[in-house]
């Protein structure tokens, strides 16, 4: 069964400094993977997909992830991390090729102190 | 564009009183999906719609739930009777579908149930 796994519930950073957030997955085939962002109170917002081609996806409001097949990751990254950045990020990847359902990890909340 | 437009924003009801949420997905996408979150269970997609026809429904918890897509610009979710467990965050999405190049979906505000 396809599944993604985000391994932190939390991550700390100090503004300025780069981030990382974890996400590993489980498909057959080849993944399409996700990266969505929620802010309080607000619904999710796509931030980066990757389906094929480069590894090194970028994506909205400075973010990136890197795609490694041989480890099976999708880690969200930031070079320089902002207050503005703390929030609740998700990974989720496509059940398959024929359908447009999402499976969602549980969720890293990013804190980001000055 | 709008977005998604969700209806209510937020709801406070009785335990078996029926409530029935509303959705308005972005014009011109052809996939609806209504998620609901809460603290304890995370994002569980409730069920799903292509081209108004409801294409996974098996995250339905109980035949409480009901959901409906009558046209391309409107979708309905339906508790009733609704219980103290249905108090979450209900969320609706959409997208372009199977088109792989703008299959992201883009997600409503929400809707905050309470039920008491």
């Known amino acids: 069964a396809q599944s993604v796994a985000q391994p932190e519930d939390q991550v700390n950073v100090a503004e300025g400094n780069p981030l990382t957030v974890k996400c590993t997955y489980s498909v057959s085939g080849n993944p399409y993977l996700f990266w969505y962002v929620q802010y309080p109170n607000r619904g999710l917002q796509f931030l980066l997909k990757y389906i094929t081609g480069d590894n090194l996806v970028k994506g909205s409001y400075g973010f990136e992830a890197e795609f490694n097949k041989s480890q099976t990751s999708f880690h969200l990254k930031k070079p320089s991390a902002l207050v503005s950045d703390s929030a609740l990020y998700f990974c989720?990847?496509?059940?398959?090729?024929?359908?447009?359902?999402?499976?969602f990890g549980t969720g890293t909340r990013l804190q980001v102190f000055p | 564009d709008a977005g998604v437009i969700q209806s209510p924003r937020h709801e406070v009801t009785e335990m078996g009183q029926e409530v029935t949420l509303r959705c308005k997905p972005i014009s011109g996408h052809n996939s609806l999906f209504w998620y609901r979150q809460t603290m304890m269970r995370g994002l569980e997609l409730l069920i799903y719609?292509?081209?108004?026809?409801?294409?996974?429904d098996s995250g339905m918890p109980e035949d409480r739930f009901s959901a409906k897509m009558p046209n391309a610009s409107f979708s309905t979710l339906k508790i009733q009777p609704s219980e103290p467990r249905d108090s979450a965050v209900y969320f609706c999405?959409?997208?372009?579908?199977?088109?792989?190049?703008?299959?992201?979906?883009?997600f409503g505000p929400g809707t905050r149930l309470t039920v008491l």
């Open positions: 989720a990847v496509l059940t398959s090729y024929n359908t447009d359902k999402l499976i």
């Open positions: 999405a959409s997208s372009y579908g199977l088109q792989r190049e703008r299959n992201e979906q883009f």
């Open positions: 719609f292509n081209n108004n026809v409801p294409i996974d």
